[in-house]
């Protein structure tokens, strides 16, 4: 399951536990129950059900563990807040989440707080505490994942918006980062490399176990595609150019009629806008390109001459070279690797080994972290992943060329 908090020191957890709580919170500060009850598409869920479902974890992972767990709060959220967890039994249906208009924001925030009493009993047992700090650690970083989704989500719903409304005064994509010109790489000499999360902190199952790569010599670049690399790309007739395109990507392309990057907004004769977790605003050429999808993150890198990296070839350069510009916190990274499991990867027993073994199919990796991932929540072993079409999340891409 993860390889976590066995040694964490009296009382961290305490803290940890408040301090994710209480993030989640922070998120929705100034958002109304309306806007917190959106459902723009079926990959998007509302805030409500996010804040509910972390909660539900917690019940049903964390609290059920106990000897003598406390009785659920309501019996009806086993079913409206499982997510994909087959064993725990029915499920209400993902695209119709935004039809839940009960519970109420209230009710789930009173969901939220009930169990937040109950876990905090549990923290104050020592013994308990111990014994649960793994189921503990991972729902705490379950947290932190829809965190980072509960952003991406409602961006995409303000997007849906024509009034275009802002979550924030400034806009976390928008930051400036490194774009020097031409393109620079750093060489890496390759070799017989260790891949994987060792045993010393936490992490996935996915993310193990280590063990050793072939890497051949290779160049990946020292920062991430900015958004006027892209612009030169679609001023070229890049998403008019099939030569580009890997075949499911032109045909997205086509069905998609795609000329640009999700959120990316221009009327003629202005220069490029996007919508931004801030509303509309003018696209900052220096700030990572950003809510790209597998397929586009290809075609630029065939036009520009280079490629994806693997996923073991950018997690050899996060580690050998972590001074590599934007590694974490500007955007996912693109990788060309398909989420497989590593060799001798064994999920978890029980319901809560389907957190991440079941989805090792139709999706590729993308690794580092985003300006949406919350503090402490990245490492170079984390494997991100989603299908090659998912442009909603904030990701970008690196280059990477062979020697």
């Known amino acids: 399951m993860n390889r976590s908090a066995r040694h964490a020191a009296p009382g961290t957890l305490e803290l940890d536990y408040a301090r994710v709580r209480a993030h989640s919170l922070e998120l929705i500060r100034g958002l109304s129950p309306e806007d917190c009850q959106l459902q723009s598409m079926t990959d998007a869920s509302p805030l409500k059900w996010h804040l509910a479902h972390t909660t539900w974890f917690f019940e049903t992972f964390v609290l059920a563990a106990l000897p003598e767990p406390p009785p659920l709060v309501d019996p009806a959220y086993k079913v409206l807040f499982n997510s994909y967890y087959v064993g725990i039994g029915e499920r209400h249906l993902r695209a119709e989440r935004g039809l839940l208009s009960r519970p109420t924001l209230d009710e789930v925030l009173s969901y939220r707080r009930h169990v937040d009493e109950q876990m905090c009993q549990l923290l104050s047992d020592a013994g308990q505490r111990t014994h649960l700090a793994p189921l503990l650690t991972l729902g705490l970083h379950h947290e932190q994942q829809h965190q980072e989704l509960?952003?991406?989500?409602?961006?995409?719903?303000?997007?849906?918006?024509?009034?275009?409304?802002?979550?924030?005064?400034?806009?976390?994509?928008?930051?400036s980062a490194i774009a020097t010109e031409p393109y620079p790489y750093r060489a890496f000499t390759g070799g017989l490399c260790?891949?994987?999360?060792?045993?010393?902190s936490f992490s996935y199952d996915n993310e193990?176990?280590?063990h050793r790569v072939w890497l051949e010599p290779f160049l990946l670049g020292e920062r991430n595609v900015s958004n006027a690399d892209f612009?030169?790309?679609i001023a070229d007739g890049?998403?008019?150019?099939?030569?580009?395109?890997?075949?499911?990507g032109w045909d997205w392309v086509n069905q998609r009629q795609a000329r640009a990057?999700?959120?990316?907004?221009q009327t003629s004769g202005e220069p490029w806008h996007a919508f931004t977790l801030a509303g509309r605003q003018e696209l900052n050429p220096e700030a990572p390109a950003c809510h790209i999808n597998l397929y586009e993150a290809d075609a630029y890198a065939r036009w520009a001459g280079a490629r994806l990296p693997t996923e073991a070839e950018w997690e050899h350069a996060a580690r050998t070279a972590p001074?590599?510009?934007g590694l974490f916190g500007q955007v996912w990274q693109w990788t060309n690797s398909a989420y497989l499991p590593y060799p001798g990867y064994q999920p978890a027993a029980g319901a809560v080994g389907e957190y991440n073994g079941k989805f090792m199919i139709n999706q590729m990796v993308l690794r580092g972290s985003s300006c949406a991932t919350p503090a402490g929540h990245s490492r170079p072993s984390y494997r991100n992943f989603f299908p090659p079409a998912a442009q909603w999340q904030f990701s970008g891409l690196r280059l990477a060329r062979d020697v």
């Open 208 to 210: 193990g176990p280590c």
């Open 231 to 233: 612009m030169a790309f």
């Open 150 to 175: 509960m952003l991406t989500d409602l961006k995409h719903h303000f997007s849906c918006n024509p009034l275009m409304p802002a979550w924030r005064t400034s806009a976390p994509e928008q930051r």
């Open 238 to 248: 890049g998403y008019q150019r099939p030569e580009l395109w890997l075949s499911d």
């Open 194 to 200: 260790e891949i994987g999360a060792s045993d010393a």
């Open 323 to 325: 001074d590599l510009a």
């Open 261 to 265: 990057p999700l959120y990316w907004l």
